[in-house]
């Protein structure tokens, strides 16, 4: 199995797993992941990713201009393209629209986990005995401009593990679409517990 046919089944599994949690409603979401150095494999605009098969994927260089392709890319690719200029370990992207990471990004400007045994699943944490703030940026439809605001973020704040966007969802990565499936997982069920208890003290 090629790389291109490997990763775009993993991405299926993982966007059927996030349809049914409540994860990606409708359209909403966009996973991608590296080809190589210089591309990588993306959903392309207005799939449903409960629903993917292989032609709803599409090539893009990390510039983010389709390769041979007539589909048009989504329309935050260039947020995928950030991250993967960002970091050369970073070999998956995933976006999901969950309601406990819309609600919880449309209050606060940074959501604080601590204590929780599944923030090991995230990079460079070992132990239930820490914390992590996940910042929140303004949502913008310039995805050019908010893709060089999370840059400059990412540039002062190298370890942040995962990103919200204010109203619009989660962005999760890791080394393998697998890697970033586990934190998307991990985060969602954390995010889940802090609108529960934040509810529970309201």
Same mark, same amino acid.
């Given at each position: @199995? ?8 993993? $991405? ?7 349809? =049914? ?10 996973? &991608? ?6 591309? $990588?494999?993306?959903?392309? &605009? +207005?799939?449903?990713? +409960?629903?993917? +098969? ?27 393209? =950030? ?57 913008? =439809? ?11 973020? $990412? ?23 697998? =890697? ?9 069920? @954390? ?12």
């Amino acid at each position: @199995m090629s790389a291109e046919s490997a990763s775009a089944a993993a $991405m299926i599994d993982a966007g059927r797993l996030f349809h =049914q949690r409540g994860w990606v409603p409708a359209t909403g979401g966009n996973f &991608s992941a590296r080809i190589g150095d210089a591309r $990588m494999l993306i959903t392309a &605009s +207005g799939c449903h990713k +409960g629903e993917l +098969g292989e032609g709803d994927f599409l090539l893009a260089d990390l510039d983010g201009r389709p390769i041979e392709s007539q589909r048009k890319a989504s329309y935050e690719t260039l947020l995928h393209c =950030q991250l993967y200029r960002f970091g050369a370990g970073i070999g998956a992207v995933l976006h999901t629209h969950s309601v406990a990471n819309t609600v919880l990004s449309r209050r606060y400007e940074g959501v604080r986990l601590a204590g929780y045994e599944l923030l090991k699943l995230l990079p460079g944490i070992a132990t239930h005995d820490a914390e992590v703030e996940i910042p929140v940026f303004a949502n913008d =439809q310039d995805i050019a401009r908010l893709a060089a605001t999370i840059d400059t973020h $990412m540039r002062a704040e190298p370890t942040v593990p995962a990103y919200l966007i204010a109203g619009h969802g989660l962005y999760a990565w890791g080394d393998t679409v697998a =890697q970033a499936r586990w934190r998307v997982e991990a985060l969602e069920f @954390m995010f889940e517990c802090e609108l529960r208890a934040r509810l529970l003290k309201e």
